[in-house]
């Protein structure tokens, strides 16, 4: 059984930094393909940042290039997702994802202007 469990959201000010982290049991971290995705009100879930644990490879959506950054420990099977320069259009709750479908419970990101 796949568990993601994140943590690290909160309220912060537009501009300021955030890092989450979700910590993968149940798979094999190593090999995995772990993504971040984001769900703000009244709209649909979207990517933000994936990594290949396997490859090494990222991906960001354009939306968060320059300002985000994914990364993973393979020591503690955790994913992180360092969060710099934060708008209010990043409000969201923020799900942790493993390849194919295993989601986390999510966790709330309030950005205030």
């Known amino acids: 059984q796949v568990q993601l469990v994140e943590s690290g959201g909160g309220l912060v000010q537009s501009g300021w930094s955030l890092r989450l982290s979700c910590v993968a049991s149940?798979?094999?971290?190593?090999?995995?393909?772990m993504a971040w995705y984001r769900q703000a009100p009244v709209k649909e879930r979207e990517f933000v940042a994936g990594?290949?644990?396997?490859?090494?490879?990222?991906g960001y959506a354009d939306s968060v290039k320059e300002r985000f950054t994914i990364s993973t420990d393979k020591a503690t099977n955790t994913v992180y997702l360092q969060m710099n320069s934060l708008k209010p259009e990043d409000t969201a709750v923020y799900y942790c994802?493993?390849?194919?479908?295993?989601w986390g419970q999510g966790t709330q990101v309030t950005v205030s202007s």
């Open positions: 149940g798979l094999d971290f190593s090999r995995s393909e």
């Open positions: 994802n493993a390849w194919p479908d295993w």
């Open positions: 990594i290949s644990n396997f490859v090494g490879s990222t």
